[in-house]
């Protein structure tokens, strides 16, 4: 479904403040392509998909506070039993892995100098490395900064989060009807979903909110544009 929906919008105009940042095409080294042609960053690509399953939830701008309008608006944000919402919460979580990846890639065929090189190198160690994406994050910002920083600002604690909930519906497990789940509890803490009336909860119900999904990729655009400002010039 997120494929046949990328073709059919592919001609799609979007303006510019939609595009994430750092998405631009790059010239490719002498292994891409072999000609010099401009290759394309991965994580444009499945951010694109999470945007087109976004506007397909009708969200729209909030209404005046107050009025029926944002009520009905509300009761929409947080509607359950979205299938685009799940489609938004994993491709923003894979554009975020993608865009480690591309940081490599980048870093690695077009070294702007030694620096740049080094930063590709050890960005290549951390993702071989297979530890748990949180920590590759982690590890990817310390980097990029050139010191030790702190990762537990409400972005990063999103992140966390986020990579949860991707794990979650990645690795799913058997799981009774109401049964509480860690992830989902969180999520509800926060206000973007809300439980079910018991006897008719889940998880996978409960999270799959236009709201989530819009935190979602608002989650991963926010950790995009820190690592594009920590980027060498």
């Known amino acids: 479904d997120a494929q046949r929906t990328t073709k059919q919008n592919g001609s799609r105009k979007r303006s510019k403040s939609a595009r994430p940042r750092g998405s631009r095409s790059v010239q490719g080294g002498p292994d891409v392509m072999n000609s010099g042609q401009p290759f394309e960053l991965m994580s444009h690509n499945l951010f694109r998909v999470a945007e087109v399953h976004l506007e397909r939830l009708g969200l729209g701008p909030p ?20 299938d685009d919402a ?9 554009g975020l892995e993608a ?6 890639r980048v870093a690695l065929l077009q070294p702007v100098d030694e620096v740049t090189r080094v930063i590709g190198q050890v960005l290549q160690t951390i993702e071989e490395s297979k530890g748990s994406p949180r920590l590759k994050f982690q590890m990817a910002a310390t980097v990029f900064a050139g010191r ?50 018991e006897g008719h909860a889940n998880w996978w119900l409960t999270v799959s909110t236009p ?23």
């Open 99 to 104: 865009m480690l990846q591309d940081a490599v």
């Open 63 to 82: 209404p005046a506070p107050g009025t029926d309008e944002e009520a009905t608006w509300i009761r929409k944000m947080l509607k359950p039993g979205q």
């Open 86 to 94: 799940i489609v938004t919460v994993m491709f923003a979580a894979a």
């Open 148 to 197: 030790p920083i702190s990762t537990d600002g409400q972005t990063w604690e999103d992140l966390h989060l986020l990579l949860r909930l991707r794990d979650q519906i990645v690795h799913l497990r058997p799981q009774k009807v109401g049964e509480p789940n860690k992830v989902a509890a969180a999520l509800v803490s926060t206000g973007l979903c809300r439980n079910f009336a």
């Open 211 to 233: 709201a989530v999904a819009h935190w979602a990729l608002s989650t991963a655009r926010a950790i995009e544009a820190y690592f594009a400002s920590s980027c060498p010039p």
